[in-house]
Nanobody, 122 residues
Framework: QVSPVESGGGLVQAGDSMRLTCVAS????????MAWFRQAPGKEREFVAA????????DYDDSVKGRFIISRDNDKNTVYLQMNSLKPEDTGVYYC???????????????WGQGTQVTVSS
């Protein structure tokens, strides 16, 4: 079992960059796939990016491909989301999820953090 905790959110302008961090306490972090999801006001939580436990497999939603980069440091129990060229439509609460198997759906992930707010102004 792991317990993710997100940080790094805030208010930025369109075109800026921001890096989110998720530290997952617990054992065997390196055996968990990790993912970022986001939820805009009035919308459902949606997939952003995911990374396998050895970082060999990564996936991105089409809306963030070429702008966001997911990475992990297993020695630090940490996964990152580097967000570049931010757009107002990237605004939302960003959640970090963890599960043994890499997936792209919300139901694929059992362990979740509390989320961090990202607001991109135009």
């Amino acid at each position: 079992q792991v317990s993710p905790v997100e940080s790094g959110g805030g208010l930025v302008q369109a075109g800026d960059s921001m890096r989110l961090t998720c530290v997952a306490s617990g054992h065997l972090f390196s055996t968990y796939a990790m993912a970022w999801f986001r939820q805009a006001p009035g919308k459902e939580r949606e997939f952003v990016a995911a990374i396998g436990w050895l970082a060999r497999n990564v996936d991105y939603d089409d809306s963030v491909k070429g702008r966001f980069i997911i990475s992990r440091d297993n020695d630090k129990n940490t996964v990152y989301l580097q967000m570049n060229s931010l757009k107002p439509e990237d605004t939302g609460v960003y959640y970090c999820g963890a599960e043994r198997i890499l997936g792209l759906q919300l139901y694929n992930y059992k362990y979740w953090g509390q989320g961090t707010q990202v607001t991109v102004s135009s």
